[in-house]
């Protein structure tokens, strides 16, 4: 299970990388969502980096998590956070996490 782990930390990390359009190696745990990064500045009708990231969230959650996420008891705030995230409903839904993803090596 480590290395899905693993995999899924670099896919989750790439995918960050990708949205925010900064160099992987750049990306640290404790990044913080509201404080270290940066989104275009769009308007109210076009999504921005944030907006996908939350759409990554969303996506890969199951019920139970959902009702977290909207009560407010689980709270991603980090990167670790999504890559812990990712990882959890890993577990519960693969197919839907690699959909989000990409295909894991």
Known sequence: ???I???IRQKALLRLS???KIPVETLRGEMSFSKDFESRSVSIFKRNEFDVVLDDIRDVANRKTLTKLDSGSLVIETVDDYINHMVDCYRETPSIVT???GELS
Do not use: H, R, T
């Open 5 to 7: 782990n693993e995999s």
């Open 18 to 20: 990708q949205i925010f």
């Open 1 to 3: 299970m480590d290395n």
């Open 99 to 101: 959909n989000v993803l």
